[in-house]
């Protein structure tokens, strides 16, 4: 005996991505706003200058990515429960992408999903963690290993933001920026190349340009069963840069761009990429700071933390590559010995 359960309805997910200054906005539910005491001290008051709502609640969980755990998102969920949120509220994820990522996995299973939306204020939020909604959060087994697909109701990018972020934190966002041109549009590249980030009309573009490239490829697969993987380019790499430094001693997309250089690198090998495009990606990365090499102690011991990695399998490592500068390879068919051979080579630079 069989019963059915026909589920293949078609869900309408989408939403709008506004880069602009916030406009006033009114909700007309019980909202929560989830930030950090730092981004509070800097930012609140302008933010309550602009939204309102029917019940307005602050929800401040500790700042960096050591309290992306279990502990913050139970200090979400009992504050949610102590205002008696429902079904019908909304939470507004105000900070970087360790509190975009928190708050989405809040709102994710809070009564089995309310609604959320995105106010990212590091570049590296904007230009990419807002968009396409991946939420989560880390364990001992490590970074982001649980979370869930939540898409955010909308994104509201405001650039006035950025104006109070360190120099490191924007470098770290302008990695991610550079993952997206390199893999998806060889124009934007070229752009990045002579573009002056510091001019506030050529951020505001450079981030729609960004957003636009995230937004196409979630938009062709949500869920990463294909084409979104290769957003992961330089993260296989710089996932154990980051596991290897302990998450201490990089910024994530410092970690990016370092694995960027290494994937290059690999592309090179194995003919994908020329040495000057390989080049160009790096003296881009120089212009704003990035770090570019690092000293791998064990190339062995490197290649094998790549399976801790949440596309590879027990027997088989999925690199993303770029194919020249615009194009990208999604491939589990890199031999080991290409692989070791250029760590070695990258360790000795
Ligand atoms: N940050 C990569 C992604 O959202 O797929």
Do not use: W
Request: glycine share 8%.
């Amino acid at each position: 005996m069989q019963v059915n359960i026909t589920l293949k309805q078609v869900v309408d997910n989408s939403y709008d991505i506004t880069i602009d200054k916030l406009k006033p906005i009114h909700f007309d539910t019980k909202v929560a706003i989830v930030t950090n005491p730092k981004i509070a001290g800097l930012h609140l008051s302008y933010l309550l200058s602009k939204v309102t709502a029917k019940e307005l609640y602050i929800i401040t969980v500790p700042d960096g990515e050591e309290y992306k755990n279990q502990d913050s998102i139970n200090m979400i969920l009992e504050s949610l429960f102590n205002h008696k949120f429902n079904r019908k509220s909304m939470l507004i994820a105000f900070g970087g992408g360790v509190i975009g990522d928190m708050t989405g996995f809040a709102a994710s299973i809070y009564q089995r999903g309310i609604s959320f939306t995105q106010i990212p204020t590091t570049l590296l939020s904007q230009v990419d963690a807002s968009v396409g909604g991946k939420t989560g959060m880390n364990n001992s087994y490590g970074k982001n290993l649980i979370g869930a697909f939540h898409q955010p109701k909308a994104v509201l990018i405001d650039p006035y933001f950025l104006t109070t972020l360190a120099a490191r934190e924007f470098g770290a966002g302008v990695a991610e920026i550079v993952k997206m041109a390199v893999t998806f549009n060889k124009d934007f590249f070229v752009f990045l190349e002579t573009a002056d980030l510091s001019n506030k009309d050529v951020l505001q573009d450079v981030i729609k340009q960004a957003v636009q490239t995230k937004a196409s490829v979630v938009a062709q697969d949500e869920k990463e069963n294909g084409i979104r993987a290769a957003l992961n380019y330089g993260h296989t790499f710089g996932h154990v840069i980051e596991n290897e430094t302990k998450y201490k001693k990089y910024l994530h997309g410092e970690a990016v761009a370092i694995g960027m250089v290494l994937a290059n690198d690999t592309a090179v090998k194995m003919g994908l990429m020329s040495e000057a495009e390989a080049l160009k990606v790096k003296s881009l990365l120089n212009k704003y700071s990035l770090p570019t090499s690092y000293d791998i102690k064990d190339s062995n011991s490197f290649y094998e933390t790549f399976f801790l990695d949440k596309k590879s399998s027990d027997s088989s490592i999925t690199f993303i590559l770029p194919v020249g500068i615009g194009g990208v390879k999604i491939t589990d068919a890199c031999e080991k010995s290409l692989v070791l051979s250029v760590l070695d080579t990258f360790g000795a630079k």
